[in-house]
Every structure is written in structure tokens, then in C-alpha cells.
């Protein structure tokens, strides 16, 4: 079973603060890299799905990261709002497989 | 709406019986997985099917059998031999290779009493 580690598992903040946290997957035969956004009571929602090295994607306040030859991926948010406040999961795609899988995810908790 | 829908949410199910999760889809995706999450856990995929009457076992698949029938459906059925059925269980699909996005359903917590 492939391992995808996320870092911290949780991390409480001030709004107006910026934070990022961090997936590291194996670099060995990657094919796609997933961040998923989890807000309780909600389902979880695509951020970005990356699939070259060196990659960065934008939306709003939100950017990531990919470097698959060292096999971590960083995520960003810029000026945290409490509505930001939820769990950001990655998932790893391996290429020739059909199995995304998920880390455990980082809880973001953005104090007003 | 375009989306994803699991029903029911919540399910209370007696030791020893067989019961059955749904999940429907109107995207139009070819793949359909499912996935359970425990407390401190990611979630671990159970089973998944990118294609109509064809599947495929995940990491945890003991003790489930899925069905797919129709590219819209992909029914999970916990049965009597999984050791510890209490769970989060979500439902995803998504087009046939994983280089977009997946679509999630809002759940189905299933507790056995």
C-alpha cells in the first residue's frame, strides 16, 4: 500500500494569517497529485489536480506546489479567513494505477 | 443540477444483517469509488469500478461486494462478514482517468448496535 504522508495534522491560525501545509507521496512512477478541500457537514471539493512537475495552481487566495521528483507538494493559503477553517486532504495518483490515495489530511482551524 | 448522491445519511444496522449503501451519479462519469473514512484515519478506498459491469477490489475490501449495473450506480453492500462495519462511508466518480478531478458524495455514516 502506497504511503502519502500530510504535515501538520492540524494547525489553528489567526484570520489574516498565512499558512501552508505539506503532502509528501512517493516519487517513483507519479501520475497525479489531488488537494481536496473538506468543510464539516460538507463534501469534500476539488482545489487542484496537478499532474507536471513544477507545477504551481492558483485559486483565490489558494496556490500550490508539485515537485514529483522529490515527492512533496505544498499548499498555501494566503490572508486565512474563517471560512477557510477545514480539513485539506491530497491524494496520490501512481501512474498505472486506479487508485487515488488519500492522506489524512491537515485540519485548518482559522480563528477570527 | 449535475452531482453526486448517497443515501441514506445515516443508517443503523443490527449485528449480522447484510445492508446496502447507494450512490447515483448524473455526470456522466465512467469510474465510481468508494471509500471509508474511521477517526484518524484518511479515507481507504473499498472498491472501485471505471467501467459498467466491471470492478475492482481496493485496499479494504473484505467483507463488501459492490454492484454496476448501470453507469449511473455503484451500490456498496456491507455485509455480515466485515469485523467492524461502523463507519464514515463516502461515494466519488469521476472521469475515467484520475488526472481530474473527483466528485464526492455527502456521505452515509453507518453505525451497527
Known sequence: ?112 | DGGITQSPKYLFRKEGQNVTLSCEQNLNHDAMYWYRQDPGQGLRLIYYSQIVNDFQKGDIAEGYSVSREKKESFPLTVTSAQKNPTAFYLCASSFSRLNTEAFFGQGTRLTVV
Open chain 1, 1 to 112: 500500500i502506497l504511503n502519502v504522508e500530510q504535515s501538520p495534522q492540524s494547525l489553528h491560525v489567526q484570520e489574516g494569517d498565512s499558512t501552508n501545509f505539506t503532502c509528501s507521496f512517493p516519487s517513483s512512477n507519479f501520475y497525479a497529485l489531488h488537494w481536496y478541500r473538506w468543510e464539516t457537514a460538507k463534501s469534500p471539493e476539488a482545489l487542484f489536480v496537478m499532474t507536471l512537475n513544477g507545477d504551481e495552481k492558483k485559486k483565490g487566495r489558494i496556490s500550490a506546489t508539485l515537485n514529483t521528483k522529490e515527492g512533496y507538494s505544498y499548499l498555501y493559503i494566503k490572508g486565512s479567513q474563517p471560512e477557510d477553517s477545514a480539513t485539506y486532504l491530497c491524494a496520490f495518483l501512481q501512474g498505472g494505477s486506479e487508485k487515488l490515495v488519500f492522506g489524512k489530511g491537515t485540519k485548518l482551524t482559522v480563528n477570527p
